[in-house]
């Protein structure tokens, strides 16, 4: 089996949200039933949401976003394709424990199988 070690400058970004205890179902609807247009937007690879953790008061969720480079992804959050996806975004607010938190990664090595 050859393993590849390599560079490729991608972006992830990421934000974690602490979803209220009970709330996680009105949280993954939100999320599973809404219009993606990522796929359309320039330097966009991929998108994951990821159902984490559950602890005492929250359950732990990742929007996780792959980007060709971090230029990609700002030019995307600065887009008016940004601006529709997050304009309802305050909506919800009553399902967390605080807002998203957001990370933002540039990949210095990956390693495929």
């Known amino acids: 089996m050859t393993t590849t070690v390599s560079a490729d400058g991608a972006y ?8 209220k ?3 996680e ?6 999320w599973l039933n809404r219009d993606v247009h990522l796929r359309h937007e320039p330097g966009f690879v991929t ?4 159902r984490g953790p559950t ?4 359950t ?6 792959v980007w060709e480079s971090e230029r990609a992804f700002v030019d995307w959050t600065r ?4 601006r529709d996806a997050h304009k309802d975004a305050g909506r919800n607010t009553s399902l967390y424990l605080g807002g998203p938190h957001f990370e933002g990664f540039t ?7």
Do not use: K
Request: charged letters at 15%; aromatic letters at 12%; a positive charge.
């Open 12 to 19: 992830i970004a990421m934000n974690r949200f602490r979803v």
């Open 21 to 23: 205890t009970g709330s």
């Open 25 to 30: 179902a009105a949280f993954e609807a939100v």
């Open 47 to 50: 998108f994951r949401l990821l």
């Open 55 to 58: 602890l005492a008061d929250h």
């Open 60 to 65: 732990l969720y990742l929007s996780h976003t």
């Open 79 to 82: 887009s008016q394709a940004f």
């Open 107 to 113: 990949t210095l090595q990956v390693v495929d199988r």
